[in-house]
């Protein structure tokens, strides 16, 4: 595992803060299968994703005293890609997972208790979500628009 940190920055002061982007390369699943491989049935799907090489991700978390912010994240190993995208907060908890297999995708949507999973325009839908915004399947989310300080840093 190489992790490569792009930018960081945190504010060691109280309340402690913390925004970085981050990326990692992977030249395959063995820490994960090791995981996995102590708490999992056999499974010939989870095996095959296991056994992925070259496994690259990007992700951007920022986290305050009050919230937990991911305005992206993603992992990419041909043919599998999934990413995440939230915010979660005490008494609110959204977002969205993105999964990619070949050609067939599929996202899952939660808000609060609320959970839906969706197949069409799921890499259009995860693209164009942005945490705490509207979630495009769930119709009246708990949160229908971002303050105005989570859309500006989710979409620097």
């Known amino acids: 595992v190489k992790p490569l940190l792009f930018l960081a920055m945190v ?15 992977m030249a395959d699943a063995r820490p994960l299968a090791a995981f996995f491989n102590d708490h999992r049935k ?11 090489k070259n ?15 991911i305005p992206y ?13 939230g915010i979660f907060a005490q008494g609110n908890r959204q977002a969205m997972f993105f999964a990619r297999y070949g050609k067939l995708s599929g ?18 839908k995860f693209q ?8 495009p399947g769930l119709t009246g989310s708990s949160r229908t628009t971002a303050p105005a ?5 989710a979409s620097a």
């Open 11 to 25: 504010v060691w002061k109280r309340p402690m803060t913390l925004d970085v982007t981050a990326g990692i390369y």
């Open 42 to 52: 056999e499974q010939k799907w989870l095996d095959r994703i296991l056994s992925l």
């Open 55 to 69: 496994i690259r991700g990007n992700a951007t978390i920022k986290v305050s005293p009050q919230e937990i912010v």
């Open 73 to 85: 994240a993603m992992a990419k190993a041909e043919p599998v890609e999934v990413g995440a995208k």
């Open 107 to 124: 996202i899952l949507e939660i808000d609060g208790s609320h959970r839906r999973f969706g197949l069409f325009g799921a890499a259009r």
């Open 128 to 135: 164009d979500y942005v945490p705490g915004g509207p979630l």
């Open 149 to 153: 300080s989570i859309r500006l840093r």
